[in-house]
């Protein structure tokens, strides 16, 4: 075949070829097959050398004409295949701003924080502020300075996580009471919620760390009737208006007296009802302990007990919720269930 005839097949062939080319891949095989260097017109070109004089010129400037078409062609076709592609994909990556957007879930806060912060809110309205103290604490302040001794059989009760001989889990919120008279000098009122632990087996009702909430008011003549007062207050803000509380004595090493508080039942009005499961048929309902401050925790901290006296309490916060909301377990607290953490919202 005569080099023309073979330049005029190759331009015939590639003009097919890329008439039904479909996508920027094929057509970039095919500018390989004929434009390569090992392609097609190269091959042909390389025939040139047998060509007479004056053939070469003549069939140079052809395969220059058909080089161009080649080229002009295939970047052509390669524009309209991109143009074509970009089309489609931004057709099908086409954003509905009208579209209602996904849920963003929200959660609510833990039923033992909400708890807390009413309780605490309370006693804010009360001229209370908040304070709080570290959960790995002194054993010197969880215990011997609260009248707790080494040797003293109340700790048995209140035994604990010990990290060494002076570091412990707090057993309850009352060190916080030290640290306050520490930093403040009365008339001071604080409340403090937080963490407590036990090594308490976990059942139904107990749990080997829960939550309290300290109270605490020093001032100069401040007196039992104090205590009752904002804890009369407190039962009715935070359980109703038709809550009555009572005082049964009791023994704290700290106060002096000392009483724990029972409100009465929130789920049978106080009838004592024998079949409420809430109280068992008594009526009442402990839900606190307190007392006044015993005069040598107050000099203890370099307060004068013949100038000052206070009241303190502590109320368990699980047990309020849980007499709250009628929940009759307090693992459910530290389940993470949230079919029960929902209820709250
Ligand atoms: N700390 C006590 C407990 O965990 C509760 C308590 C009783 C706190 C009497 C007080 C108080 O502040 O005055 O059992």
């Given at each position: 075949?005569?080099?023309?005839?073979?330049?005029?097949?190759?331009?015939?062939?590639?003009?097919?070829?890329?008439?039904?080319?479909?996508?920027?891949?094929?057509?970039?095989?095919?500018?390989?097959?004929?434009?390569?260097?090992?392609?097609?017109?190269?091959?042909?070109?390389?025939?040139?050398?047998?060509?007479?004089?004056?053939?070469?010129?003549?069939?140079?400037?052809?395969?220059?004409?058909?080089?161009?078409?080649?080229?002009?062609?295939?970047?052509?076709?390669?524009?309209?295949?991109?143009?074509?592609?970009?089309?489609?994909?931004?057709?099908?990556?086409?954003?509905?701003?009208?579209?209602?957007?996904?849920?963003?879930?929200?959660?609510?806060?833990?039923?033992?924080?909400?708890?807390?912060?009413?309780?605490?809110?309370?006693?804010?309205?009360?001229?209370?502020?908040?304070?709080?103290?570290?959960?790995?604490?002194?054993?010197?302040?969880n215990?011997?300075?609260l009248?707790?001794?080494?040797?003293?059989?109340?700790?048995?009760?209140q035994?604990?996580?010990?990290?060494?001989?002076?570091?412990?889990?707090r057993t309850h919120t009352s060190p916080v009471?030290?640290?306050?008279?520490?930093?403040?000098?009365?008339?001071?009122?604080?409340?403090?919620?937080g963490?407590v632990?036990r090594?308490?087996?976990?059942?139904?009702?107990?749990?080997?760390?829960?939550?309290q909430?300290e109270?605490?008011?020093?001032?100069?003549?401040?007196?039992?009737?104090?205590?009752?007062?904002?804890?009369?207050?407190?039962?009715?803000?935070?359980?109703?208006?038709?809550?009555?509380?009572?005082?049964?004595?009791?023994?704290?090493?700290?106060?002096?007296?000392?009483?724990?508080?029972?409100?009465?039942?929130?789920?049978?009005?106080?009838?004592?009802?024998?079949?409420?499961?809430?109280?068992?048929?008594?009526?009442?309902?402990?839900?606190?302990g307190?007392?006044?401050?015993?005069?040598?925790?107050?000099?203890?901290?370099?307060?004068?007990?013949?100038?000052?006296?206070?009241?303190?309490?502590g109320?368990?916060?699980?047990?309020?919720?849980?007499?709250?909301?009628?929940?009759?377990?307090?693992?459910?607290?530290?389940?993470?269930?949230?079919?029960?953490?929902?209820?709250?919202?």
């Amino acid at each position: 075949m005569h080099i023309l005839d073979a330049l005029q097949a190759l331009k015939n062939d590639f003009d097919e070829a890329v008439g039904v080319v479909e996508s920027v891949e094929d057509l970039e095989k095919i500018r390989l097959t004929f434009l390569g260097k090992k392609g097609r017109l190269t091959a042909i070109l390389r025939g040139m050398g047998q060509l007479s004089a004056e053939e070469r010129p003549r069939v140079g400037q052809e395969a220059n004409v058909i080089r161009e078409h080649l080229e002009a062609t295939l970047s052509d076709k390669k524009e309209a295949l991109s143009r074509r592609d970009l089309v489609a994909k931004l057709a099908s990556e086409k954003v509905d701003v009208t579209m209602p957007g996904s849920d963003a879930p929200y959660g609510n806060r833990h039923p033992l924080t909400q708890v807390m912060d009413d309780i605490c809110r309370v006693f804010i309205g009360l001229g209370f502020s908040v304070a709080d103290g570290p959960e790995m604490e002194l054993d010197e302040y969880n215990f011997t300075r609260l009248r707790l001794p080494k040797d003293h059989p109340a700790r048995d009760t209140q035994d604990t996580f010990y990290f060494d001989q002076q570091y412990l889990l707090r057993t309850h919120t009352s060190p916080v009471q030290i640290r306050t008279m520490e930093k403040m000098k009365p008339p001071l009122r604080v409340v403090v919620p937080g963490r407590v632990y036990r090594p308490d087996a976990q059942d139904a009702t107990h749990s080997p760390f829960f939550h309290q909430v300290e109270g605490l008011a020093v001032d100069e003549g401040i007196t039992m009737r104090d205590l009752v007062g904002c804890l009369t207050l407190y039962a009715k803000a935070f359980f109703g208006e038709e809550t009555e509380i009572r005082l049964r004595p009791h023994h704290f090493p700290f106060t002096e007296p000392s009483c724990e508080v029972d409100i009465t039942c929130t789920n049978c009005g106080g009838s004592g009802d024998f079949e409420c499961r809430t109280c068992r048929g008594e009526g009442w309902v402990e839900v606190l302990g307190g007392g006044m401050v015993h005069p040598e925790v107050l000099s203890g901290c370099g307060i004068d007990p013949d100038i000052y006296s206070g009241f303190a309490f502590g109320i368990g916060v699980e047990r309020t919720a849980m007499g709250r909301y009628g929940i009759k377990d307090i693992r459910h607290f530290t389940d993470n269930d949230l079919r029960f953490l929902r209820q709250f919202r």
